[in-house]
């Protein structure tokens, strides 16, 4: 499949270097889209893409400077995808403090308007579209979830809101909720032991498609809501959770 090959302009993926993002890039790249990623840290070996902190105080004018770069090598910014995040520890609620859920809900609702807010011009001038990588927490919640699922919620109401108002200019606004996978923030959750064999294995039980997703599952429900094949979605949210919310 080719669905981006006619597009005039790039994608840009924020947070193409993470696990998910990655993938993400790569299938828009292999789908005939051109790709422009963005890093928080050390990009990978080989990846051209530019710096941007969304957690930073300056974040907003790191936002329109990555939007110029793109629209300056490419000419337009037909999608943009924000796959950012940070690491987030699985935590009980009454256990987390008020300054570190303050700080999540900065780094990752007020991380999405504000780089949303940037493109939002240049995807009115291209009719193009957004999607949001969230979770599929918010449909059904895990428990020690609270601390990654509520800002992720903040960011599904956004983009319920973007949906309604920017429909006007042609600008299409969907998430896309990743359950649990082998890829992404449940590898480092694997890895760090936050995760117990045992908590594996109940989860695994609570999917009814009895297995763990991949970043590639995810990178294809992404794709295809970028593209014109889902050219009537909007406002839509996605779930690739192996059936965990039903």
Request: glycine share 12%; net charge negative.
């Amino acid at each position: 499949m080719q669905d981006f090959a006619g597009r005039p302009g790039a994608a840009l993926v924020v947070g193409g270097n993470g696990g998910i993002g990655a993938r993400v890039a790569a299938l828009l790249a292999a789908r005939g889209s051109r790709v422009a990623v963005t890093h928080r840290r050390t990009p990978a070996e080989g990846v051209a893409s530019l710096p941007l902190d969304l957690g930073a105080a300056d974040a907003a004018a790191q936002a329109d400077a990555v939007v110029e770069a793109v629209l300056a090598e490419h000419g337009a910014l037909h999608t943009l995808v924000h796959a950012a995040g940070p690491h987030v520890p699985m935590v009980h609620l009454g256990r987390v403090s008020a300054a570190d859920m303050v700080t999540q809900l900065h780094d990752d609702a007020g991380g999405f308007f504000t780089v949303v807010r940037a493109a939002l011009p240049a995807l009115r001038e291209s009719r193009g579209s957004v999607v949001a990588v969230t979770t599929a927490a918010t449909s059904r919640f895990p428990k020690r979830d609270g601390l990654s699922s509520a800002p992720k919620a903040a960011v599904e109401a956004m983009v319920r809101a973007l949906a309604v108002e920017e429909g006007r200019y042609g600008v299409r606004v969907n998430a896309v909720g990743p359950g649990m996978l082998t890829d992404g923030m449940a590898a480092r959750l694997i890895g760090s032991g936050e995760l117990s064999d045992e908590a594996l294995e109940i989860t695994r039980r609570n999917i009814p498609l009895g297995r763990f997703g991949s970043a590639d599952d995810v990178a294809e429900a992404v794709c295809f809501l970028a593209s014109d094949r889902a050219g009537f979605v909007s406002g839509q949210k996605l779930d690739v959770d192996g059936g965990y919310g039903c």
